[in-house]
């Protein structure tokens, strides 16, 4: 019900949006994020978006380059990541939950529902 896209290959310092269309729930009534996953490591929170929208949490390593933000109109979160570094090679993840109070914004895997299949972003040096 989610799908993830817009990964790709990029050199270090440019920018890459992605993309995150949910074909179910609609987008407003879910807290989302992104999660990722880099080779050999655990998966890692990126960033979270309340339902609401008036609450967002993010990775300390990527505060100031990356931002989420949501369309519902288009049932479509987004991942803007500015200034990529080789560390942020990973596969990202997008994933969705239904919450109680339009403010929360789950920042754990075992929170999320819903999840989008990923998508492969290489940042070259």
């Known amino acids: 019900q989610l799908q993830a896209y817009g990964g790709g290959l990029v050199q270090a310092g440019e920018s890459l949006t992605l993309s995150c269309a949910a074909s179910?729930?609609?987008?407003?009534?879910?807290?989302v994020a992104w999660f990722r996953q880099a080779p050999g490591k655990e998966r890692e929170f990126v960033s979270a978006?309340?339902?609401?929208?008036?609450?967002?949490d993010i990775l300390d390593s990527v505060k100031g380059r990356f931002s989420i933000f949501r369309d519902n109109a288009k049932k479509t979160v987004y991942l803007q990541m500015n200034s990529l570094q080789v560390e942020d090679t990973a596969v990202y993840y997008c994933a969705g939950q239904p919450t109680i109070l339009s403010v929360m914004a789950p920042t754990r895997s075992d929170e999320y529902t819903y999840w989008g299949q990923g998508t492969l972003v290489t940042v070259s040096s």
């Open positions: 179910g729930p609609q987008v407003s009534r879910l807290a």
């Open positions: 978006l309340s339902r609401s929208g008036g609450r967002t």
